[in-house]
C-alpha cells in the first residue's frame, strides 16, 4: 500500500493505493463503471462561528479545518453536485453508494443523490452511545449522524447480505438505527503532538457493519474522502479492495502508517451467512431423479394431508396435480405457499422436512 500521486494508467484501477489530489479530478480520471461501492464522508460544512467551550472554560477541539469551509451554501451545493456526479459515474451498473452527514448536510445530499438519479435504498441513523454533550445548553444534544445507502438506480441488483445483518445482530433482523460509540480509547489515531489525527473519525464498528452487509469479498470499495484510512482499513481486513482519495499529505501519512500493519482475516473467517436466495436453485424434480424421493411416495404437511410423488417431479392429492408449492397452497386454500417447509416425508419412522434433502445438494455443490 502506498500514496499514489500520478494518475493511472488508463483501463487500471490503483487497488489498495492512498491516491493524492482533488476527489473529483482523481475520481474522474478512473475507469468508468469500475467500482461497487462508494463510502462517502465528505465535509459537512457546519458553519461553526467562534469558539466552542466546556463549562471549566476549556476549549473544544471542534472541526474548524479550511477543508471543511464553504463560502456559501451554493458553493456547497456545486461541490456535492460534482463529486456525486463523479461518484456515479464510477460505480459498476449494480453498485452502490453510502454517504454519512449531520443536519447540516445530508438533506442537501439527499436531493441531490434523488437529483442524479440514484435510488434511495435507506436511511440509518447512527446513535452514538457516547456523544459529545451540548455545553450552551440552547439545544437538543447532537447524538447521531445519517447514513444514507443508495443504489445507481431503481431496479438494480445491489448487494444486501440481509442473512449476515441478521447474524451479526443477535438472529434478529437488523434496523435502520445503529448504536455504535465514536472513536475513543485505543481506536482514536493521534498525531505526533498527541492530539486527534482527525477530527471526524468514523469508528470501524461502523464500516464493519456497513461492508459485511453490502459487499463481498473480493469488491471493490472507494473513499473519496479517506481521512486517516477507516475504510481502507476494514475492507483489507474483510479481503475487499479499496480505493482511498485523500488530499491532505497529513492525513494521509497516518492512513498509510495504520495500514500498513491490518492483516486480512483468513478465507474461512471472511465466509458469512448467506440469504437462502442466494443459494443455488434445486429443482423438487432433481430429488426424484437421484433417487432421494421415489415415484408413489407419500409425503405429508404438518397438518396430516397426504400427497404422492409422481415421476415428473409433480405431487398429486385429492385430484390436484402440480408443484409442490402450488399443491399445498391448494390443499391450505392459500394463495402461495413454499413447499420445501410445508412437505415431510418419512425415514425409519421419523418425519424430515424435504428441505433436508435440498441441502445435501446444495451442500455438494458448493463443495464442488
Known sequence: ?????????????????????????????????????????????????????????????????????????????????????????????????????????????????QNQGFWILNDVVWRKSNPMPNFRGKRFTNAHETLIWASKAEGAKYTFNYEALKQLNDGVQMRSD????????????????????????????????????TTNPGDVVLDPFFGTGTTGAVAKMLGRDFIGIEREEAY????????????????????????????????????????????????????????KVRADGTLIADEITGSIHQVGAALEHAPSCNGWTYWHFKREGKTVPIDLLRQQIRAEMRAN
Open 1 to 113: 500500500m502506498k500514496t499514489k500521486t500520478k494518475k493511472p494508467e488508463a483501463g487500471g484501477l490503483p487497488l489498495n493505493q492512498i491516491l493524492a489530489g482533488d476527489c473529483i479530478d482523481v475520481m474522474n480520471s478512473l475507469p468508468e463503471a469500475s467500482v461497487d461501492l462508494i463510502f462517502a464522508d465528505p465535509p459537512y460544512n457546519l458553519q461553526l462561528r467562534g469558539d466552542l467551550h466546556r463549562p471549566d472554560n476549556s476549549k473544544v477541539d471542534a472541526v474548524d479545518d479550511a477543508w471543511d469551509q464553504f463560502s456559501s451554501f451554493g458553493t456547497y451545493d456545486r461541490f456535492t453536485r460534482d463529486w456525486l456526479a463523479a461518484a456515479r459515474r464510477l460505480l459498476k451498473p449494480n453498485g452502490a453508494i453510502w454517504v454519512i452527514g449531520s443536519y447540516h448536510n445530508v438533506f442537501r445530499m439527499g436531493a441531490e443523490l
Open 178 to 213: 445503529w448504536v455504535i460509540p465514536i472513536c475513543t480509547g485505543h481506536e482514536r489515531l493521534k498525531d505526533e503532538a498527541g492530539d486527534k489525527a482527525h477530527p471526524t473519525q468514523k469508528p470501524e464498528a461502523l464500516l464493519h457493519r456497513v461492508l459485511v452487509g
Open 252 to 307: 494521509r501519512t497516518v492512513a498509510e502508517k495504520r495500514l500498513k500493519d491490518i492483516r486480512k482475516f483468513d478465507r474461512q473467517s471472511l465466509a458469512v451467512t448467506q440469504s437462502k436466495r442466494a443459494e443455488p436453485r434445486v429443482p423438487f424434480g432433481q430429488l426424484v431423479e437421484r433417487g432421494m424421493l421415489r415415484p408413489g411416495e407419500m409425503l405429508v404437511s404438518p397438518g396430516g394431508k397426504y400427497a
